[in-house]
């Protein structure tokens, strides 16, 4: 491939803030431009990804980043959706773009504005990303629907309770240490594990720790092409992508296993000649603990049914063999859900550059990444290298 990250990106803090989605689009945007040491009139097009369904009144975004960058009047701008991995589906029309020779310099941006909204229109919109004939009288959201896939999960291998403690525990315990995030406490795997007031069940048997909270947020990069990259003082470089999408009806899919997720692994490992051994940490869509356990499976670090080994025996911590959300995740850093792709990336990008701050990982060379919208159903891989 021949399209990079070019500096560390901008980011803004996930949770429910008082700016407004332009805002926070602007924000991240001028903020990704300073670190690429670009100005606006350096960039061939914009893609803006922006899940909204419903939760934000303002839902033609395309347009509001001008409103930061006045000289990027009459540029390209472009909203893109697909669900939770919105954000990654504009960073790919952007590399396509590169790849096909077609521009030089995109910007892309991802954001959100969730907490607006009340209660049951963000459950209603987020439901929107499900298959309504088999969903439309769920009464706990897309909870609800990766609870019934937790069901059956534990129906299959055993209850399963501690292991997703132990993932929550995991991924807040490295929010502490990220500056962006929403959930920036140690809770411990006790409080995790345990049914209370403050961790109730949300839908059996996921509880309150087992979820993503609701966030707002915008996170952007640019990417370029090698001739630009030649020059940069900071950049990533993609060495591998993939998009994969699945059925959406379940009725159509093995429940206990993510088929697409599998693919899309495969695929992106294969396309750079690597294994799981080559990556220094990965970067992947825990919206809720349950999908991180059944990623682990679907990336190949365990057997299918196993997943639970991997957090159990420290694989995926900080200081193990394969560190997986070093960033806190979705489950800590928060899940606005079209800035999460691309904040995905920006994370991956400065660990890449040895500045991720509390959350560096030693030496980290090679990154992965892994966003999926819907249950499974679309699937994005992208792999990073640091360039030196």
Request: proline share 4%; charged share 20%; glycine share 10%.
């Amino acid at each position: 491939m021949r399209t990079y990250i070019i500096g560390t990106g901008g980011h803004t803090r996930f949770g429910k803030l008082e700016q407004s989605l332009e805002q926070l689009i602007g924000e991240a945007a001028v903020e990704a431009l300073a670190s690429a040491q670009m100005e606006a009139k350096d960039i061939d097009a914009v893609y803006i990804g922006n899940f909204n369904s419903g939760m934000c009144d303002q839902e033609f975004p395309a347009s509001l980043v001008l409103n930061a960058l006045p000289d990027m009047r009459f540029k390209p701008t472009t909203r893109v959706e697909n669900a939770c991995a919105s954000g990654s589906a504009a960073l790919h029309q952007a590399i396509n773009l590169i790849e096909g020779g077609l521009a030089r310099n995109v910007l892309v941006i991802g954001a959100e504005k969730m907490t607006d909204a009340d209660a049951s229109r963000i459950g209603k919109g987020l439901l929107g990303a499900s298959y309504q004939p088999e969903t439309r009288h769920q009464r706990s959201g897309f909870a609800g629907v990766f609870a019934d896939v937790a069901a059956r999960y534990f129906e299959a291998y055993g209850d399963q309770t501690e292991a997703l403690a132990r993932i929550a525990a995991k991924n807040h315990a490295n929010g502490v240490h990220n500056p962006y995030a929403q959930l920036q406490k140690d809770v411990g795997v006790a409080f995790c594990e345990a049914v209370s007031e403050k961790n109730p069940v949300v839908a059996a048997p996921l509880k309150r720790t087992d979820c993503s909270p609701v966030s707002d947020g915008a996170a952007a990069v640019v990417v370029s092409s090698k001739d630009v990259a030649d020059a940069a003082a900071q950049k990533v470089r993609f060495l591998a992508r993939t998009q994969v999408t699945d059925f959406m009806p379940m009725q159509q899919r093995n429940p206990l296993v993510f088929d697409g997720v599998t693919r899309a692994w495969q695929n992106v490992l294969r396309e750079a000649d690597m294994t799981l051994d080559s990556l220094s940490f990965a970067e992947v869509h825990d919206c809720f603990t349950i999908a991180e356990l059944m990623i682990y499976e679907s990336m190949g670090l365990t057997p299918y049914g196993e997943g639970a080994r991997a957090i159990k025996e420290g694989w995926v911590m900080k200081d193990g063999r394969l560190p997986v959300n070093p960033s806190g995740g979705l489950k800590a850093k928060g899940h606005p859900v079209g800035a999460t792709g691309v904040s995905m990336h920006v994370m991956a990008a400065r660990q890449l550059l040895g500045e991720a701050g509390g959350c560096q990982i030693a030496d980290a060379h090679t990154g992965a990444v892994f966003n999926m919208g819907g249950l499974a159903v679309a699937n994005y891989a992208s792999l990073l290298q640091r360039v030196d």
